[in-house]
């Protein structure tokens, strides 16, 4: 039988054409917009944003995401032996142009915890695909125990005097409507800040704020740009809790927009710590977590 395992992951911009696409494919997903105007909006979103918006990406040079994820696929091929393919839900490639060769799958979201918006969605566009082989998804990860040493590990090494700094936490927003109706999201990402809080004693505090709001509806709290005042004259270090690749979000919304609004309120260091991306420590435990599956 012919096995891979598939990367899932949630797309991303390298070009104005890129972004337009994206934006288009994410607010027509019925996990992003439950209603049937979303058909309506999506064409009409990507058209009015996307121009605007890719004057922002131009100051990172595009999204890295391909780049790491294709770097990672390689490595974790090298360490099983077997195809290993990535899958984006909103720009190419997708699910269904990656898996035509195989008859046996094991589908791994880069989602660390579990949302109707990321894993779910990604698994609606691999069931359009009539995949009728042998298939394995893998389960959310957010409570291992080698996955948050190695973030704590990422934090420290970042961080060379802990005690004089806050951390905080981020995890990408999702809106309360959303959590309201059952998604597990808000409640994983608070276990996994406790989980991680026993591995990081050392530091002045820490504490779970969202990003990437969008829109005016209420979305999870609190909110990171609301909290940042609350560091003026103090010490901050972030960590991306819900992304496993750097991205549009980290490179430039964390890095540099957020960046720019704590220097605005006098905090007195704001740094971000990179996400797990191609790292031999992240190779080793995503290896050790597809074995469990390679059955």
């Known amino acids: 039988m012919s096995k891979a395992v598939i990367l899932l992951n949630m797309g991303?911009?390298?070009?104005?054409?890129e972004l337009k696409q994206f934006l288009y494919q994410m607010f027509k997903d019925k996990r992003i917009i439950d209603s049937p105007v979303r058909h309506l909006l999506a064409p009409v979103i990507a058209q009015t944003r996307y121009k605007k918006v890719w004057k922002k990406y131009e100051l990172i040079?595009?999204?890295?995401?391909?780049?790491?994820?294709?770097?990672l696929s390689q490595k974790l091929e090298k360490r099983l032996g077997y195809d290993v393919k990535y899958a984006m839900r909103y720009t190419s490639p997708y699910i269904n142009?990656?898996?035509s060769n195989y008859d046996?799958?094991?589908?791994?979201?880069?989602?660390?915890?579990?949302?109707?918006?990321?894993?779910?969605?990604?698994?609606?566009?691999?069931?359009?695909t009539g995949f009728k082989g042998k298939l394995q998804i893998v389960k959310p990860f957010y409570q291992s125990e080698d996955f948050n040493k190695l973030i704590a590990n990422k934090i420290l090494t970042k961080t060379p005097e802990p005690s004089s700094y806050h951390l905080i936490?981020?995890?990408?927003?999702?809106?309360?409507?959303i959590v309201d109706k059952g998604d597990p999201y808000e409640q994983q990402i608070k276990q996994q800040v406790q989980l991680l809080s026993a591995y990081l004693p050392q530091f002045k505090s820490i504490r779970l704020a969202y990003q990437s709001r969008f829109g005016n509806s209420p979305w999870l709290q609190p909110y990171l740009d609301d909290i940042i005042p609350d560091y003026k004259d103090e010490k901050v270090i972030v960590y991306p809790l819900s992304f496993m690749i750097d991205n549009s979000e980290t490179d430039l919304e964390l890095k540099?927009?957020?960046?720019?609004?704590a220097q605005?309120?006098?905090v007195k260091s704001f740094q971000v710590v990179s996400c797990p991306n191609d790292s031999d420590e992240t190779v080793e435990f995503l290896t050790k977590l597809i074995r469990q599956y390679d059955q």
């Open 169 to 177: 936490l981020t995890a990408h927003g999702l809106p309360q409507k």
């Open 256 to 261: 540099i927009e957020y960046a720019e609004l």
């Open 97 to 99: 142009e990656v898996i």
């Open 264 to 266: 605005k309120h006098g």
């Open 61 to 71: 040079g595009g999204s890295r995401l391909y780049d790491i994820t294709r770097s």
């Open 104 to 128: 046996e799958l094991i589908l791994l979201p880069l989602y660390p915890q579990y949302s109707t918006t990321t894993v779910e969605s990604s698994l609606d566009a691999f069931n359009k």
């Open 12 to 17: 991303a911009a390298r070009s104005a054409p």
